[in-house]
């Protein structure tokens, strides 16, 4: 694989399920993120990590959980789904080691609908 | 609060320039970024600003004003496949993303 991939490409889940949403990058980059995108709304960040082992909260956190296990994998979960959270969902990561630019590079995203 | 603002949408001609701009009102800057969108795709790398000035790639050029908190994206010679939206961001001083809502370019033939 070159990039990052996103798992799976479209899902439709009923409210109330746990859901995975799986990322994975080959670059060897420290930091990843994920976001979501709302019609009319510029991409919310929900949560970041910056290297392995460490997560943060962005924007919009609620309802969603992370883990950065080793460098590669950033899955998003969703405990308890509810219709709100219908989105498109993108995995981004970066090299934001000093010197860098933080060029954040995505997947091909999600799309999640919650009934 | 943060804000990010660049018109919802524009139309051009094909062959013809376009001027995309982006004010933006952020805590901090450290660069602003210019990403492409083609619908139901992924947003990809376009520019970086982190000076003042112009900056040109082939067709592309992003120029930013840092004490106007403003940008612009220009493209040249505009092809059909240029149709996408733009999207313009600004990292802050948390070394965060604001993203805009970005801007849907149609270009007609």
Redesign the interface.
Known sequence: IAGITQAPTSQILAAGRRMTLRCTQDMRHNAMYWYRQDL??????IH?SNTAGTTGK?EVPDGYSVSRANTDDFPLTLASAVPSQTSVY?CASSD?TSGG?????????TRLTVL | GQN?DQPTEMTATEGAIVQINCTYQTSGF??L?WYQQHAG?????LS?N?LDGLEEKGRFSSFLSRSKGYSYLLLKELQMKDSASY?C?V?DSN????????TKLIIKP
Do not use: C, H, K
Request: proline share 5%; glycine share 20%.
């Open positions: 009319g709304l510029g991409l919310r960040l970041y962005g993108f934001s630019t933080d060029t954040q590079y995505f997947g091909p995203g | 990010i450290n660069g970024f795709e992924a947003p990809t790398f970086y982190v999207l961001a990292m070394y965060q993303l604001i993203w805009g809502a970005g």
